[in-house]
């Protein structure tokens, strides 16, 4: 049974940083992309980051490109978020996704790290 496990959430101030990981279990994903999503207070879940297994080419949203950087340890069968120049508007809980196709999370949802950037 493939069980998702975030961790690297805080309390952060804007402008800081922070690093998101998601560690996998169960089977191995070489065959997906395995990505990050956020839901914010009153909203829906966005997509935010992508990272193939096989080759490793990521994907991000207009809302994060430049700043925040997804990469993965296929060894460990972890992603990692690297988010750097943080704002308020990136609080959100952070999940992550064992197969995303296109912006839509298809595969196994993890239960989430909560980010929270003060102004």
């Known amino acids: 049974q493939v069980q998702l496990v975030e961790s690297g959430g805080g309390l952060v101030q804007a402008g800081g940083s922070l690093r998101l990981s998601c560690a996998a279990s169960g089977r191995t994903f070489s065959s997906y992309a395995m990505g990050w999503f956020r839901q914010a207070p009153g909203k829906e879940r966005e997509f935010v980051a992508k990272?193939?297994?096989?080759?490793?080419?990521?994907y991000y949203a207009d809302s994060v490109k430049g700043r925040f950087t997804i990469s993965r340890d296929n060894a460990k069968n972890t992603v990692y978020l690297q988010m750097n120049s943080l704002k308020p508007e990136d609080t959100a809980v952070y999940y992550c996704n064992t197969e995303v196709v296109g912006t839509r999370g298809m595969g196994v949802w993890g239960k989430g790290t909560l980010v929270t950037v003060s102004s």
């Open positions: 990272i193939t297994w096989s080759a490793g080419s990521t």
